[in-house]
Nanobody
Framework: QVQLVESGGGLAQAGGSLRLSCAAS????????MGWFRQAPGKEREFVAR????????YYADSVQGRFTISRDNAKNTVYLQMNSLKAEDTAVFYC????????????????WGQGTQVTVSS
């Protein structure tokens, strides 16, 4: 089992920044690819970004490419999502997830999920 706890959500103005963190515990963190997803009210959960086990490979949804950066610190068992140039449409609950698979970008590809953290962007 892997336990994931997100933090860092909150209220930001359009054009502003937030940094999300996700602390993992339980199993060896570096054995898992990590991803961030988000879910807006009335919408399905969608992929945002993912990072490989060692951190060398990252991939982003088109909607956040160039604005968001995913990173990880395996010594601290933590994955981050730096969000810049926030837009009102980024408002959602953000979830981190851990995957045994190498580089998943779908909800089904992830095995463990955090409880989510709310991000609200005011325009």
């Amino acid at each position: 089992q892997v336990q994931l706890v997100e933090s860092g959500g909150g209220l930001a103005q359009a054009g502003g920044s937030l940094r999300l963190s996700c602390a993992a515990s339980g199993r060896t963190f570096s054995n898992y690819a990590m991803g961030w997803f988000r879910q807006a009210p009335g919408k399905e959960r969608e992929f945002v970004a993912r990072i490989s086990r060692g951190g060398a490979s990252t991939y982003y949804a088109d909607s956040v490419q160039g604005r968001f950066t995913i990173s990880r610190d395996n010594a601290k068992n933590t994955v981050y999502l730096q969000m810049n140039s926030l837009k009102a449409e980024d408002t959602a609950v953000f979830y981190c997830a851990a995957a045994r698979a190498l580089a998943p970008t779908t909800v089904r590809g992830y095995d463990y999920w955090g409880q989510g953290t709310q991000v609200t962007v005011s325009s």
